[in-house]
Every structure is written in C-alpha cells, then in structure tokens.
T-cell receptor, first 109, second 116 residues
Framework: TQLLEQSPQFLSIQEGENLTVYCNSS?????LQWYRQEPGEGPVLLVT?????EVKKLKRLTFQFGDARKDSSLHITAAQPGDTGLYLC?????????FGTGTSLTVIP | KAGVTQTPRYLIKTRGQQVTLSCSPI?????VSWYQQTPGQGLQFLFE???????NKGNFPGRFSGRQFSNSRSEMNVSTLELGDSALYLC???????????????FGPGTRLTVT
C-alpha cells in the first residue's frame, strides 16, 4: 500500500474537457506538492499547498488541500494537449519524502 | 540560475557491474535526494544527503549507496547490478533555511540506466 494514492491512474480526454485528479492518504502532511512529468524528463514542481482548505490557482489548474491535510485535488479546466503528462502529488509526513502513485493524463486534440 | 544537472543521461551496463551516477544541484541548495523511477513501482526514494551527511534512507538494499561532496554535488553508486535495477534515476535538490527544510524538490532530467 502506497502512502499517497492517486486516482484515476490513467485519464484520456478530449481537448476542452475538464478533469479532476485526486491524491489521498491516511497520514497528515504539513504540505503537499504537485508535479508534472513529461516523458524522459524529471518532474517539475507546479505548486505547494500548506494550509488545510487552501486553494491555489495556476492559470487553468486549481489545486486544493483538504481541511484535514490528508488529501489534495488538482482540477484542470478546458484541458489542452500541452497538459499531457504524468501528474504526481508528493509530501513528507515525517522526514522522508513520498510521491503518489501518479496519474497519467493524455489530452487528445 | 542553472538547474539540476545529471550525468550521464543514458547508460547501458551488464549484470554484475557497478555504476556511478553524478548530480549537481542548483547553486545554494544543500539537500540532494535520489529517486528510482520504474513503470511498476513509480517514484521511490533512495536517500537524501545534506551537508555531506546521509540524512534519510529509503528501503533499498546496501548495493545502493551515495555520497555528497563539500560543494553539494552528489554521486550515487550501484554495485553488482541486477536486471531489476534498470530504471530512470532522478536527482533532486532543495533548499534549507534556518533549520527548516523545504520539501519543494527541483529535479534533474535523470539518468536512464539499462542493465542487460
């Protein structure tokens, strides 16, 4: 069992559609990060959420941290082909950093 | 500011050999972490170094080791390679200020290791 479970694992949608990716855990995190990784490259940090209930927006991406700081969600509005990639949540409940299981998103033109 | 660099980008080795991978963090970042990424297991934490000391270690066998130099550059070594060690090895750096570590990681492009 992974510390951070993401759903769905795979997502294939048409350009212009909306989608939500979930990141869940039974542990409490002081902060959670979201990364996007493209094939053959390292993950790139998108955002850090720190406060329970916090909502952050990055253009068409909206990130939310759960009130209990155990979960987070990523919502993409009007997805574009450039959004294609592997989305990863990550955090450290203690001293060790954990990544989520990942959501592979494909946006079809 | 230059990003995290890793060398080499690609490597092919034979079972039983050993390999050393190198990572140069972002200037000013003193923490360097290493991860193994495979399709089946995802991103798994190997170890983290700070000020030349291993601060945290994941659940990997002793064949996986690392070190950090005084300029924060880091190397990881895998001895007696096995087929299952084929993976993308990622290095990430992060900053620390006034005793508090930032968990925001900045990744290099990775080293793709293939063991045959």
């Amino acid at each position: 069992t992974q510390l951070l479970e993401q759903s769905p694992q795979f997502l294939s949608i048409q350009e212009g559609e909306n989608l939500t990716v979930y990141c869940n855990s039974s542990s409490v995190f002081s902060s959670l990060q979201w990364y996007r990784q493209e094939p053959g490259e390292g993950p790139v940090l998108l955002v850090t959420v720190v406060t329970g209930g916090e909502v952050k927006k990055l253009k068409r991406l909206t990130f939310q941290f759960g009130d209990a700081r155990k979960d987070s969600s990523l919502h993409i509005t009007a997805a574009q082909p450039g959004d294609t990639g592997l989305y990863l949540c990550a955090g450290a409940p203690g001293n060790q950093f954990y990544f989520g299981t990942g959501t592979s998103l494909t946006v079809i033109p | 500011k230059a990003g995290v660099t890793q060398t080499p980008r690609y490597l092919i080795k034979t079972r039983g050999q050993q390999v050393t991978l190198s990572c140069s963090p972002i200037s000013g970042h003193r923490s360097v972490s290493w991860y193994q990424q495979t399709p089946g297991q995802g991103l798994q934490f190997l170890f983290e170094y700070f000020s030349e000391t291993q601060r945290n270690k994941g659940n990997f066998p002793g064949r996986f080791s690392g070190r950090q130099f005084s300029n924060s550059r880091s190397e990881m070594n895998v001895s007696t390679l096995e087929l299952g060690d084929s993976a993308l090895y990622l290095c990430a750096s992060s900053w620390q200020l006034a005793g508090r570590m930032s968990y925001e990681q900045y990744f290099g492009p990775g080293t793709r290791l293939t063991v045959t």
